[in-house]
C-alpha cells in the first residue's frame, strides 16, 4: 500500500484557499500511486479555528467541504481532519475528528479522545471526546487513527485518565496514522519524536504523522511529519518550514537513521520568519514598518522581515532625538544599507518638545522623571503608526522577550505594532540570532551586536543602569516565565536573592502592559500571550 | 442545624486579606450559634488564579490557609473551596475542591465534577474531574456538597455527559450546598435561580448556595447567595453588589418570595461601580484619570467612576482641538461642576499642528484622511498617559461595546487606559444608562445625551456619517457576538443586507485593535475579551 502525506499550509476558516490546496495533493498523490493520502487535524478549516467554531454555518461550511473532497476521492482514499457534530445527546455539540474518505462518499467518522486545555490549547472549550474506538478497513490493511494529542498520554506524563490507544484494538492494526496539528517550539521536534517512537514501541506499529506548516497569527506550524517504523526508529521526515506532498510504500519503507537537528537558534530565526510572511500573507498586506533605534533588537526584527517579506517591502524609520547618539544613527543607515533595504528620518525633537510645552502648566514644579522618557517613545510611536495608516503597511513592534517580561518598554510607545517579532526570543537569544544571520558576512553592524544595550531616553542611559546583566536576568526569566519556578526555588539554585525578587516583581507588575501588547510569535515552549494567563489583580505571594 | 453563608470579597492570590476576612466570619458566626459556615468556591485564593495554579507554592499557600482555618474549625464546622492536590496516577494534578473541616481538622473533601470551559472560564486548563462522589455526615445531617457548575447540567442544556448530582446519594441527603463563584452578567441572576430551582425540585432537597462577590479585572461577582426549599422556591437572598454574612436555621426557613429583579441598566450600573472601584482597590491604586471629550461616552465613564472612586479622586482632562465644539467644552465643564469633580484643560492644537509638520516631507502631495484624525486621538493618548505616569494615577478608558466592536476608535489613541469601564456597554445602553444616572436630578447635561455623536476629529464629523444608526447597528452586534449568528440568519431576521454585511466585516476586521484592547468590565453574557477569541488572520466566512 502507498500512503501520501501531505504537509500543506492552511489559512483559518479560508475554505476556497484550503480546497484548492487540497483538492490538487488528492490529485497528485492519485496520479503518483498512492492508495490513501493523509492531512493533518482540523486541516479543512486550519487551526486553531477558535470561536469560529461556534458559528453554525462554520460547521457547515466544513461539512460541504468534507463532501466536495470524498467526491474527488475515487481510485484512492483519504484521512483528513475537520470538526464534526457530536451525535450524543449530552455534552458538548463538536468532535475534533478524522475523516475517512473512499468511493467518493464518508466512510467513517472518528474523534479525538485526548484534548489538550493547557498551555496555548483550549480544545475542551469546544469538543466533546470520543466515546468509542473503531479500526479503519482498507485494502486488506487495518487502520488505526489517532489525533495529536491522542498520542501524547506516555509514560512519566500521563496527563490523562484514558488513552485512545488503550481504547483502540491495536493488536489488529496493520499501522497507526497520527493527524497532527503541533505547533513549533524550540523543543518540540525532540518530543514529538520521543512520543512516537514510545507508541510505536509499545504498540509494535509503524507511524504515519502529519502535521500543518505555516503560521497562524501567534503559532507556527513547522511541520515535520514523518514515518516512524514499528522499532520506533524514524525513517523519513519531510521538510520543516515548507509544504510538500510525499508517498510511501509501507511494503518497503526506508531505512531508519537518527533526527537530525538543527541548531535551536537556527530553527528559531526560520519559525520567525515564517510566522512574518505568513501573517501578512493571511491578512493580505505585503508593506511593513520598521522604527529602527540603532539597537540590536529592531536590528534583527528588520532582517527576519527582510528575509519573510522581501528588502522593498520593509521600510525603515529612524526616529532621532536629542539623546540619540550619533553611532546610532550611522548603524542604522549601514544596516539598511546592508540589507538594501529603504530608509527614512524623521526627528522627534519639535514634536517632544511641543508636548513638554503642552504639560509645562500641569507639570509645573515637579522633576523630569520617567514620564519624559515615555513621552519620547510614544511620540515615536505616533510617527510610525501616522506612517502606518498613510501607507497601508503594518508596522513590526520589536520588543524582546526579556524586556516585555520586566516591562522595559513604554505602553503605546516602542510597545506599539501589529505583530511582534522577537517578543517570545529572550535578549541573550538575540545576541546569539544576529551572529547567526552574519556567518556567512556581516549584515548587522558588528557595533550594533557590540555597544552595550541602551534606550536613549536620557543621557548616557544604558539598559544595565535599571536592569541586572542579560546573562542573569534572561537565566532567572526562564526559571519563572518556561518553568512556574517560585523566587525561593530561584534562589536556592544559586542566584542572588536581591536580583532574584527585583526581577520577578518587574515580571508581576507589569502583566498590566503585556495584556495589550501585540500578538507575539511562539517560539519557545512558552511565550507571553494566550500560552501564559495570569491575573491582573492578583497578589503574587510566590515573588519569594 | 444552623448555616451560615458568608459572601465575601476575596482578592486573588492575596492569603493575608482573604485569611482575615475568612478567619473574622468562622469567629463571629460561632458567636451567632452557627453549626457550619459555608464560603464560596476556591475562596482561600480568589477567583479566578488563573495560572498561579501552576506554582508550587500557590497551592502550599493554598494548604497551609485551609489547616490554619481548620484549627479555628472547634464548635462550628466549615465548608470552603481550595484547590486541592490529585491523588490519581493519571490526569491533571490539581482538582477544584471543597474542604469539609470540623473539630480543628480536615474530615473530608470533595471535588468538583463539572468544570466549566467555555465563554470566560477555562477550567478544564487546571482542573481534574472529581472521580468519587461522597456524601458529608455532620450533628445528625446529611450533607450533599457540590461546586457551582456541578449543578449546571439541567434538562434542556445538557453540555455534560454526566452529572455528579446522578452519582452521589441524594436520597439520604438532607441538604444541598453550592459553592459557587458565578460571575455578574445581566441575565445571570435569572439564569441561576432556574437552575437552583430545577436542582431542588428534582431531588427535593434545600439548596444554601453561597457566591462570591467583588470583582477580579474582568470578571464581577455580583453575591446573591441564597436559599432555596425543596419545592425550588427563593427563599432568602443576600445582598446584591456587597459583602454580607447571613444564619439561616434549616429547621425554620423563611417563608418563600419571588425573585425581585431590579432593571438590567440599573444592575449593569451597579456591577460597573464595583468593578471600577475593585480594579482600584486590589491594584493599590486610588485617583483615576479620564479624557471628557464632551461626549456621552466619557461622562457616563466619569459619572461611573466617581461612585467608585470618590469625587475627589478623579481628575477629567479636556483636550480640545479645533475641531472641538464650544458645546463640547461648556458640557464637558457642566458634567464635572455637577459632579464636583476637578478638571483641567490642555490644547492638543500646537503638538497636533508640530506631527503634522514632521510628516510633512514623508506625506507630501497626499490627501488628508483617517491618518490625520488619528494623530489627533493619539495626541490625546500620549498627554492623558503623561498625566498618568506624572501623577501615578490610572487612566480610564472611555470606549462603548458599539464602537470597541466596529473599530470606531484610534488604537494607541482614545483606546488608551488601564481598564475599559464602559467597553461591554452598547451605545444605546450608555443612553439609557445615563438616564438612570439622571433619574434624581440632572447629573450628565441634558445637551451631552441629546446631541448627535461625534469624534470630532473633522469639521461637522458625525457617527452617523461612517455608522449605521445605533439602534440598527446594535442590534445587529447583538445577534452576531452575543448569539453567534451568522450575516444571512441576521438578514433573515429583517435587516437590511448591506447593513448587516458592512457591520459585521467591522467587527471581523479590527479583531487585531480589540487584541491590544484594555481589559473590558463584563456585565454582558458575552463581551470581548477572554470571553471570545477569534483568530486574528482568519477568513471570516460567516460574513455573509
Not at 242 to 268: C, G, R
Not at 293 to 318: F, P
Request: charged share 25%; hydrophobic share 40%.
Amino acid at each position: 500500500m502507498k500512503i501520501a502525506l501531505a504537509q500543506l499550509n492552511y489559512h483559518i476558516g479560508n475554505f476556497k484557499s484550503n480546497m484548492e490546496l487540497i483538492l490538487k495533493e488528492v490529485n497528485s498523490a492519485k496520479t503518483a500511486g498512492a492508495d490513501l493520502i493523509i492531512f493533518a487535524e482540523l486541516a479543512i478549516c486550519g487551526y486553531p479555528p477558535k470561536d469560529f467554531l461556534e458559528f453554525e454555518s462554520f460547521i457547515s461550511d466544513c461539512e460541504n467541504a468534507i463532501y466536495e473532497i470524498a467526491e474527488a476521492c475515487h481510485g484512492i482514499a483519504a484521512i483528513i481532519g475537520a470538526p464534526s457534530k457530536s451525535k450524543l445527546k449530552r455534552g458538548k455539540r463538536l468532535h475534533n475528528s478524522a475523516y475517512f474518505l473512499a468511493n467518493g462518499v464518508v466512510q467513517s467518522v472518528h474523534h479525538k479522545t485526548l484534548l489538550p486545555t493547557y498551555d496555548v490549547f483550549d480544545e475542551n472549550r469546544y469538543f466533546e471526546s470520543a466515546k468509542e474506538h473503531d479500526l479503519i478497513e482498507y485494502k486488506g490493511k487495518t487502520i488505526a487513527i489517532t489525533i495529536c494529542e491522542d498520542l501524547w498520554n506516555i509514560e512519566g506524563d500521563m496527563k490523562y485518565s484514558t488513552s485512545p490507544t488503550e481504547l483502540l484494538d491495536l493488536k489488529r492494526a496493520d499501522f497507526m496514522v497520527n493527524i497532527a496539528a503541533s505547533p513549533f517550539s524550540y523543543q518540540q521536534q525532540k518530543e514529538r519524536q520521543k512520543v512516537l517512537s514510545w507508541n510505536a514501541k509499545k504498540y509494535q506499529l509503524p507511524i504515519f504523522y502529519v502535521n500543518h506548516i505555516g503560521a497562524q497569527t501567534e503559532l507556527i506550524f513547522d511541520g515535520g511529519s514523518c514515518v516512524v517504523n514499528k522499532l520506533g526508529e524514524l525513517c523519513a521526515e519531510l521538510a520543516y518550514f515548507e509544504s510538500e506532498t510525499v508517498v510511501f510504500d509501507i511494503e518497503n519503507l526506508p531505512s531508519a537513521h537518527q533526527l537530525q537537528e538543527k541548531l535551536k537558534i537556527e530553527k528559531m530565526y526560520h519559525a520567525l520568519v515564517l510566522g512574518v510572511r505568513d501573517y501578512f500573507v493571511k491578512s493580505n498586506f505585503s508593506k511593513a514598518i520598521i522604527g529602527l533605534s540603532g539597537g540590536i533588537d529592531s536590528a534583527l526584527t528588520l532582517a527576519i522581515a527582510v528575509e519573510a517579506l522581501g528588502k522593498e517591502n520593509v521600510k525603515s524609520v529612524l526616529l532621532p532625538s536629542k539623546y540619540s547618539s550619533d553611532h546610532s544613527i550611522n548603524d542604522s543607515i549601514e544596516l539598511c544599507k546592508n540589507l538594501d533595504s529603504p530608509y527614512e528620518t524623521i526627528s522627534i525633537e519639535e514634536v517632544v518638545k511641543s508636548f513638554n510645552l503642552s504639560l509645562s502648566n500641569s507639570f509645573q514644579g515637579l522633576k523630569e522623571d520617567v514620564t519624559e522618557e515615555n513621552i519620547q517613545a510614544r511620540a515615536r510611536g505616533v510617527i510610525l503608526m501616522a506612517m502606518s495608516n498613510k501607507f497601508g503597511n503594518i508596522l513590526l513592534n520589536t520588543s524582546n522577550k526579556s524586556e516585555m517580561a520586566v516591562g522595559y518598554g513604554t505602553l503605546y510607545g516602542d510597545m506599539c505594532g501589529g505583530l511582534s517579532v522577537i517578543g517570545d526570543v529572550y535578549k541573550t537569544e538575540v545576541f546569539e540570532m544576529c551572529r547567526f544571520i552574519n556567518r556567512n558576512k556581516e549584515i548587522i553592524p558588528e557595533s550594533i551586536i557590540t555597544k552595550p544595550p541602551s534606550a536613549e531616553l536620557r543621557p548616557d542611559q544604558k539598559d544595565s543602569d535599571s536592569l541586572p546583566d542579560y546573562k542573569v536576568l534572561d537565566a532567572i526569566l526562564f526559571q519563572y516565565i518556561e518553568c512556574s519556578k517560585s523566587g525561593n526555588k530561584i534562589i536556592n539554585q544559586g542566584f542572588e536573592e536581591d536580583t532574584v525578587k527585583r526581577s520577578i516583581q518587574l515580571v508581576n507588575r507589569n502583566e498590566y502592559k503585556r495584556y495589550q501588547a501585540a500578538p507575539i510569535l511562539r517560539v519557545s515552549p512558552r511565550a507571553f500571550g494566550m500560552g501564559r494567563l495570569m491575573p491582573l489583580v492578583g497578589e503574587y505571594t510566590f515573588n519569594n
